[in-house]
């Protein structure tokens, strides 16, 4: 807002009297809402006994016709005042489309200028940008001319060094050609001797490689029988000891089975015992009846009863993992 004030000094000065002006209007103007008071009128009051009706009724229609009068007056002054206000207002109106017409040519001049600017900023940043990328191009041309000459340099350096290297190998090719000759004569003469000598090195190898098989052979027929022997007797030895648990496990249920009612003597069935390390029962089942349900029922019962089995430990537990044995009370 004072950006527009400072650039538009006489509009704001226009604008600003126009406010005082119809300030003053409201303050000092014709106050329209309060009714018109009649005019006060001295009348001497005199003493008569007789009135003329007829100057009554004049006296009252001039007192209408002036109420009337200034009633349509005052309708005047105020309509007049109101158009007053709304060409005012009209051109309070008109002013502001102008200064905003004005503001908005201003900010259009503005972009327009700072465009402008901006293109000029940009043509002259491509030209800095251009001029630089030609002095590295011309930098970069100079090295590379640079570099072409010493390689070049290098390239004459070079040629020189290896013909003198070249001269050196066929002199030093001629001397290792001599030496390779004696060499091979010599490498002949230390071949036949080694030869000789690795025939009879291999003669003697195979005899004592004969003589380590044979000595093998024994041991080896020697360790199979003792493993046979070892592996009978760890046989027998399980065997003796599946045996005693199996045994262990037989009376161990017998003493806790209770006889049912009623149930008479040789009767026996098979059961299928499912064991955990330790002895711990997981599940019975018949897998053998007796024909005697209450038979097969008190057998399962026993062995439920007589939890933990006896087992053996480590690899020969896998033996009673999962057990059928026979229930026999009678034997």
Known sequence: MWQILKRNPLAAVIAVLMHLVIILFLVVGVDWLNPPE??????????????????VREQVQRLKQNEA??????????AAEEQRLAELKKQQEAERKRLAELEKQRQEESRKREAAKQQRLKEEQRRKTAEQERIKAEQARKAAEARRLEEQKAQEAAEAKRQ?????????????????????????RRKA??????????????????????????EAARKAREDELIAAMEAEHNA?????????????????????AGISDGLKCTLRVRLAPGGAVLAVSVIGSSGNDAFDRSASAAVYKADPLPVPSGALFEQFRDLNFVFDPNK
């Open 38 to 55: 009649p005019p006060k009128v001295n009348v001497n009051v005199v003493q008569a006994q007789v009135v003329d009706e007829q100057q």
């Open 69 to 78: 009068e200034e009633k349509a007056a005052r309708e005047r002054a105020r």
């Open 164 to 188: 003198a290297e070249e001269q050196r190998r066929q002199e030093a090719a001629a001397k290792q050609a001599a030496e390779e000759k004696k060499r091979k004569a010599e490498e002949a």
């Open 193 to 218: 001797e080694a030869e000789k000598k690795r025939q009879a090195e291999e003669e003697k190898r195979r005899k004592a490689e004969a003589e380590r098989k044979r000595k093998a052979a024994e």
């Open 240 to 260: 003796r000891e599946v045996d005693r648990y199996r045994i262990q496990i037989s009376q161990k249920v017998v003493r806790s089975w209770l006889r049912p």
